[in-house]
Every structure is written in structure tokens, then in C-alpha cells.
């Protein structure tokens, strides 16, 4: 029997238990993925698979496509549906579990791991949740901005003056921080 540990950031994000057959079948499962090996490493696009000591360790690597990880506790299907629009995917190793966690990469994956405390980045739910897991430096759509005098405004279009028009420098919004979509969206 061999223990499968997914490990992001740092922290056990799940793990189960399984025979080397049954590994072997999980990794020729993961579709569309280019591996090449590396001493103990099976090194992926999206994950780095490292089988030692009967300990198959799975370390999710951050790529930039998003900029913050989400832990979501008791997720519904509608964030699922919304992180989807947004451009996440449904991990190959995406587990099971009552809550999600959205990563840089632009999976997202469910835990029963509670990582309230912070341990999976940001912790949040709803709207707010939505808001950190969208930004990223690529785009304007899908963000939320804040304007000079405090007004904050969801930017459905490419870009933030295609949505709203062109500005004087004093008055053109900014995207909000983590901060500030923790202070102002509901």
C-alpha cells in the first residue's frame, strides 16, 4: 500500500491510500499531461510527482495565471459554475470534499481539510471569494475596481476603459486589493 499526499504551498491539501497498481493506473489517467522524469520526480505542466519511500507526494506548482489561492469552506455548485466563467478548471486530482481551493494555476480542488487559518491562502466566501480567486495581471475582466472617491465597480469587459470610458489621471480606477474587496464587497 503506498499513501498519495497533495501538497500546496507547503501544506496537505488530501491524501488516500492506495497500491502501486492503482497508482500507476492514477498516473496514466491524468490526461493531456507531458511528463518527463527527473531522479524520483515525475514532472508535469501542473504538478510535480515525487514517489519515495512508498510516499507518493504530489506538489502542486504555482504558475501566475492567477494571483492568489482561495480556501472556500462549504462551497456550492453556483461558486463552482462562477469559477468556471471566471477561466478555473476542474483539477485532474481534484479530490472530493466539502470545501474547494482555488490555486495560481487556475484549478481549483476540494478538500475536507479545514484551513480557515489561513494555511491555503486567502479565506473567504461568496462574492468575496469570487473577487480574490478573479485577479490577475492579464486582464481587466472579472475584476473589481475602486474609484478616487471610494465608489467600486465590477469590470465585465477586457478592459476597464472600454468598460467605463476614458478618464483624467485623478479619477481613473484602480483594481481593488485583497484588502480592499475584504472591506467593501458583500
Not at 504555482?62 to 462551497?75: A, E, G, M, Q, S
Not at 466566501?125 to 469570487?130: D, H, I, R, S, V
Amino acid at each position: 500500500m503506498v499513501t498519495v499526499k497533495f501538497i500546496c504551498a507547503g501544506k496537505l491539501v488530501d491524501q488516500f491510500a492506495a497500491t502501486n497498481d492503482e497508482v500507476f493506473v492514477f498516473f496514466k489517467g491524468l490526461k493531456n499531461h507531458k511528463y518527463e522524469k527527473d531522479g524520483d520526480n515525475y514532472i508535469m505542466s501542473d504538478c510535480v510527482y515525487n514517489i519515495f519511500d512508498e510516499v507518493v507526494t504530489v506538489t502542486l506548482k504555482r504558475d501566475t495565471k492567477f494571483l492568489y489561492d482561495v480556501f472556500i469552506p462549504n462551497y456550492n455548485q453556483s461558486i463552482i459554475e462562477q469559477l468556471e466563467y471566471i477561466g478555473y478548471a476542474k483539477s485532474d486530482v481534484a479530490g472530493s470534499g466539502k470545501h474547494l481551493i482555488t490555486s495560481h494555476n487556475g484549478y481549483f480542488y476540494f478538500t475536507d481539510n479545514d484551513y480557515s487559518d489561513g494555511g491555503m491562502g486567502y479565506v473567504a466566501e461568496g462574492t468575496k471569494a469570487l473577487a480574490i480567486a478573479a485577479i490577475t495581471n492579464d486582464t481587466d475582466r472579472n475584476q473589481w475596481f475602486i474609484f478616487p472617491n471610494g465608489h467600486c465597480e465590477f469590470c465585465e469587459g477586457d478592459s476597464a476603459i472600454d468598460e467605463w470610458g476614458d478618464f483624467e489621471d485623478t479619477e481613473y480606477p484602480r483594481k481593488m486589493t485583497v484588502n480592499e474587496i475584504y472591506s467593501n464587497i458583500y
